[in-house]
């Protein structure tokens, strides 16, 4: 994907000016900056939604504003922050609609389409509620149904307009290792993010949006190290040495995990390339090995070996097996996130 | 789809096959002269059936299902259930036309054609929507933009009684019974007619069964899955015109079906799929308006009611039942 000279706004107005970057396939770019900055508006010209006031958006090479709808929805998918009220339809049907580009007449569904759902249905963990009403669900929920939706719909390019509102912090977490799972994949992601230490955990640049209409393009280390973010936010002095060090002790902890090779830290997934990468039984591995929230944390509390190919190797499991205990692992992982409260012991 | 949807969808369909021939039956075998399967068919019952009771049958089946079609798209359309096309003043604006149309060219000139009167009413019909869908952008408010419908409606009553009072007796007859809304007037050219152009609009409804079925995410979606906003609103507000004028054409404005019948549709088969609820509302409204003729003929004979009066009868208190479910269902 590649923008040149982009000015986006309504109605003439122009809110964002000059913006130009290249996108590389599999790239994750996160939008980040104030309230009411144009964010959206950037995400809605970028989907096509919104005529770019001057520039174009070329999406593989062809005009964004130019090429017809149904060519660009196998291209591209969305994911907005316009509630949606669909009567008497249920998640699954919704997660379904991602699937109409590629369905037969009269909307019918193939096989194909039937199994893309369900796979995306089970990536944002939604297998349990595919039956009920889309009315029905709750706002995290709903938020993760359209998230599926955008998925199922394979495109090239997802484009995510807040993402994680209304996820709590655990699906916010798994969010973000769908997103990295599909960028190895090859697509290429781009979201406007509230949560700055996820933005700039997850990203590989950021587009810094401006107030004043601006729009710059950084990486997460430049970002942390010109103090760019007092500036974008308008914080104060006391404000931004709040803000920094809540990043510095994020940024460290991060920075052990990135040294080894990445790993599937989510999935039960036996085409991991580390499978089988632990001596843990079957049970205990399916039910919270690859979902270890924990797995990347070198002080996860637990005994293991690392690995030749450079996997943990649990030998006995500290995260705990039953929900009641679920509050200790997010007080951790909110340690991990914010750094404070590193209690060691779970 | 789960199982038990899919049977309950064939339940559906299999009840509404059955009451619909029931229906049929029923509307062509009672009347003032009744006539069953045993009586001999000579020449005074077979022009009976013939020229009174068969085209009034067909109009009545295949016009209400134009209007529970019609009701279902606009409804789509404003993504509000309360929407149709007698509550938005497009069953008002399309009877204004053809108002002006039977008293200025068919009274004085005394020619009438079935194709014109149907042009007629679908051009008050544009109309109407025309001015709804002008509001509908300046206010997303669902209740404010009832309340613009219902003053069109208003309005273009007022212009036709403007017209009746002005006009000659002579010009008229024509008028008379049909702006109130009834069947009575059917003739077999009218149903061969109102055939043509309901089966000609339908078909070009299912092309449409993919962009209506995106459509109920809401225009951003249906957008990002390939969907033309353009050029499928302007076929959606096309073809519920056609079909709401040609209801209007014919029998005059006829109340509450639009809501009504998908409504009870989406209820029934628990889905809002419009792949099959526009065959569904079809279905129901043609039974609706069966059911509703034969009442209006035989409640009170030898004196007719219009059918509007029994639609309202039973459309008005099912849409109120929808109100106040759907208030209970928001505030959960």
Redesign the interface.
């Known amino acids: 994907m590649k923008i040149e000279n982009l000015s986006a706004g309504y109605d003439r107005k122009i809110i964002l000016h000059d913006i130009n970057i290249t996108i590389k396939p599999g790239e994750i770019i996160s939008l980040i900056g104030p309230n009411g900055g144009g964010k959206s508006t950037l995400l809605k010209t970028i989907e096509g939604e919104l005529e770019p006031i001057g520039g174009t958006v070329f999406i593989n090479k062809k005009d964004v504003s130019r090429i017809s709808p149904k060519e660009l929805s196998k291209e591209l998918s969305i994911v907005n922050t316009q509630r949606v009220k669909p009567e008497l339809m249920t998640a699954m049907e919704v997660v379904l609609s991602g699937r109409l580009p590629y369905s037969k007449g009269l909307g019918r569904f193939s096989d194909i389409d039937r199994r893309a759902a369900a796979d995306a249905c089970e990536l944002m963990q939604l297998t349990a509620i595919s039956d009920t009403f889309f009315e029905n669900l709750s706002d995290g929920q709903k938020q993760r149904t359209l998230i599926a939706r955008a998925i199922c719909q394979e495109p090239d390019f997802l484009v995510m307009d807040e993402p994680t509102s209304y996820l709590d912090i655990r699906y916010r977490l798994e969010l973000m290792d769908v997103i990295k799972r599909l960028s190895r994949k090859g697509v290429t992601v781009i979201m406007s993010l509230h949560e700055l230490e996820l933005a700039l955990e997850i990203s590989d640049r950021l587009l810094l949006v401006r107030n004043d209409g601006e729009v710059t393009v950084k990486t997460p280390r430049q970002v942390l190290d010109e103090g760019t973010i007092a500036g974008l936010y308008e914080l104060s002095g006391g404000m931004y040495d709040r803000v920094k060090r809540q990043f510095e002790a994020a940024g460290q902890k991060e920075e052990i995990p990135k040294a080894g090779p990445k790993h599937s830290t989510f999935f039960l997934n036996k085409e991991c390339e580390y499978y089988p990468c632990h001596e843990l039984n079957e049970e205990s591995f399916s039910c919270l090995f690859c979902y270890c929230p924990l797995y990347d944390m070198p002080d996860c509390g637990g005994d293991y070996t690392m690995t030749e190919k450079g996997a943990k190797n649990c030998r006995n499991c500290s995260f705990v097996h039953d929900r009641a205990n679920y509050p200790k692992v997010i007080k951790r992982l909110k340690g991990k996130l914010y750094g404070c409260g590193t209690d060691r012991r779970l | 789809?789960?199982a038990k949807n899919n049977y309950r969808t064939i339940v559906v369909f299999a009840l509404l096959l059955v009451l619909m021939a029931a229906a049929f039956s029923v509307n062509i075998c009672v009347g003032n002269v009744r006539i069953d399967f045993n009586t001999a068919l000579d020449h005074k019952t077979a022009n009976i059936i013939l020229n009174i009771r068969l085209p009034r049958t067909i109009m009545a089946l295949v016009l209400g299902g134009a209007l529970a079609v019609s009701g279902f798209l606009l409804q789509t359309y404003f993504?509000n259930?309360i929407a149709g096309p007698y509550i938005l003043g497009i069953s008002s604006g399309a009877k204004m036309t053809v108002a002006l149309f039977l008293i200025y060219a068919a009274g004085r000139k005394g020619y009438t054609n079935n194709f014109i009167m149907v042009l007629a009413a679908f051009a008050g019909a544009l109309m109407s929507t025309g001015f709804i869908i002008l509001i509908s952008k300046r206010v997303r408010n669902m209740a404010a933009l009832l309340a613009a419908g219902i003053m069109i409606g208003y309005i273009c009553n007022a212009i036709t009684d403007f017209m009746i009072a002005f006009a000659d007796d002579s010009e008229l007859v024509n008028l008379h019974g049909w702006s109130q809304g009834s069947f009575s007037g059917a003739d077999m050219a009218g149903a061969v007619c109102s055939i043509i152009i309901v089966t000609g609009a339908m078909l070009l409804c299912?092309f449409l069964?993919?962009s209506l079925?995106?459509l109920?995410?809401?225009e951003?979606?249906a957008?990002?899955?390939?969907?033309?906003?353009r050029s499928c609103r302007i076929l959606i507000i096309l073809l519920s015109s056609i079909l709401s004028a040609c209801v209007t054409a014919f029998a005059g404005p006829v109340s509450f079906v639009g809501i009504a019948v998908p409504f009870l549709m989406?209820e029934a088969l628990?889905?809002?799929?419009?792949?099959i609820l526009i065959p569904a509302s079809f279905m129901a409204g043609a039974v609706f308006c069966l059911i509703s003729d034969l009442m209006a003929r035989m409640l009170f004979a030898p004196v007719e009611l219009n059918i509007s009066a029994v639609t309202s009868l039973f459309g008005a208190p099912i849409v109120i039942f929808m109100l106040i479910r759907r208030h209970k269902?928001s505030e959960n």
């Open positions: 789809m789960p993504l259930p299912f069964v993919k079925d995106a109920r995410l809401g951003a979606y957008r990002s899955v390939g969907v033309n906003i989406r628990q889905s809002s799929k419009p792949v269902s």
